[in-house]
């Protein structure tokens, strides 16, 4: 079991920067896969990043193309925390961000994106919107 807590959503304008954090706790955290998803209002959850460890010393990362080079993932496993930092914020980047874990994330072929219905725990979700 895993319980997720997200931080650091609010209101930002646009071209700003805003950190993420989600705090995991309830089993070994290093071996978790992460990610970040989002959802508009009217619109799916979407996926946004995620990192994974692959048994050895490092992270894989993956990125929808809507955050490839203004979003970065990054996890601190003394911390148990995940986060996002994004920049050059963007008034579509506005949404509830969730934080979400899972065993093995479920990755599409093509684009590597993670698939919402492979994720086992979640977060409740933080508040994020760009004003223009």
């Known amino acids: 079991q895993v319980q997720l807590a997200e931080s650091g959503g609010g209101l930002v304008q646009a071209g700003g920067s805003l950190r993420l954090s989600c705090a995991a706790s309830?089993?070994?955290?290093?071996?978790?896969?992460m990610g970040w998803f989002r959802q508009a209002p009217g619109k799916e959850r979407e996926f946004v990043a995620g990192?994974?460890?692959?048994?050895?010393?490092?992270?894989?990362?993956d990125y929808a193309s809507s955050a490839k080079g203004r979003f970065t993932i990054s996890r601190d496993n003394d911390k148990n925390t995940v986060y996002l930092q994004m920049n050059s914020l963007k008034p579509e980047d506005t949404a509830v961000y969730y934080c979400?874990?899972?065993?093995?994330?479920?990755?599409?072929?093509?684009?590597?994106?993670?698939?919402?219905?492979?994720?086992?725990?979640w977060g409740k979700g933080t508040q994020v919107t760009v004003s223009s």
């Open positions: 979400a874990a899972a065993e093995r994330p479920t990755r599409r072929m093509g684009d590597n994106s993670w698939s919402n219905s492979g994720m086992g725990y």
């Open positions: 309830g089993r070994t955290f290093s071996s978790v896969a």
């Open positions: 990192i994974r460890w692959n048994g050895d010393i490092t992270n894989y990362v």
